[in-house]
């Protein structure tokens, strides 16, 4: 257990459909990262929360958003789905300094049918 | 913008033999970190290595080491003594450093690693 949490593990929704995938980070992470991995290819960075704000954005569709709560779970709303979007999510938490540890979470497989 | 080429979409080796996979990046920064990730077929992201680009000595960890070459941008990772367990996709990573407030990693497009027994 790397100590961030993903849930759900799997997910197979329709095209048009909306669902919420969620992230807890690692105890006392302050920082959470989306990325999404489509079928063999490298992670692509979504966005990036720290204590609650946005803090960079990298190549995410109009469709998605994201939001950091004040506990420090995270949840990625993807809207509208495609086909396209059919892939993995992965959420990672790190301390948000110099030097500190980066943490991936397990994943969430979204299937889109 | 940072950007990661790993230029072996596969590689093979013999169970116990020696294996280096190769990764280059461009980046205009001076201190920055770098990193391997193994993915087994789980897809679980497990970090194999890390090197600060301050360090002179290349990481070091069990099976595990780095070639870091800064003024090359060059960033090799070498497996010793093959095992079947480190069959996985491996990904080359890439992270500003922190303290300028944007610390997502830039991946490269893996090198898929198979051992032969």
Redesign the interface.
Known sequence: DSGVTQTPKHLITATGQRVTLRCSPRSGDLSVYWYQQSLDQGLQFLIQYYNGEERAKGNILERFSAQQFPDLHSELNLSSLELGDSALYFCASSVGRRGGGYTFGSGTRLTVV | AQTVTQSQPEMSVQEAETVTLSCTYDTSESDYYL?WYKQPP????I?VIRQ?AYKQQNATENRFSVNFQKAAKSFSLKISDSQLGDAAMY?CAY?R???F??????????TRLTIIP
């Open positions: 990193f789980s897809r679980q992201m970090l600060e990904f992270r450093d922190p303290n407030g944007n610390e997502k990693l830039t991946f490269g497009t893996g």
